[in-house]
């Protein structure tokens, strides 16, 4: 098993930021494939925010691009997300793929950290 936890949420006011992380952590030697971010607003289903692979490549929504970057530091990921809008409201979940002992691979998902936009 692979915890995900995830820090950063918070209530800001439209065009603020704010910068979410996760920390991934087991007590099995593990690997992480891919790591990153989904989001899901009340009534809707979990959408895809960005994700980071092993091999660098990073996959975003549209809505990200240009708005929020998608960092990795080994077993850690991070969102720095600007310019924020009411749109932006919503839970955000850090998710990993990762390789557990050699042998499982499984997708992880954190509780998730609530990120709130208004005026």
């Known amino acids: 098993q692979v915890q995900l936890v995830e820090s950063g949420g918070g209530l800001v006011q439209p065009g603020e930021s704010l910068r979410l992380s996760c920390a991934a952590s087991?007590?099995?030697?593990?690997?992480?494939?891919?790591m990153g971010w989904y989001r899901q607003a009340p009534g809707k289903e979990r959408e895809l925010v960005a994700v980071?692979?092993?091999?660098?490549s990073t996959r975003s929504a549209y809505f990200a691009e240009g708005r929020f970057t998608i960092s990795r530091d080994k077993n850690a990921v991070y969102l720095q997300m600007n310019s924020l809008r009411p749109g932006d409201t919503a839970v955000y979940h850090c998710?990993?793929?990762?390789?557990?002992?050699?042998?499982?691979?499984?997708?992880?998902w954190g509780q998730g950290t609530q990120v709130t936009v208004a005026s």
């Open positions: 087991s007590g099995n030697i593990f690997r992480i494939k891919v």
């Open positions: 998710y990993a793929r990762a390789v557990v002992a050699g042998i499982h691979e499984n997708d992880y």
């Open positions: 980071n692979s092993d091999d660098g």
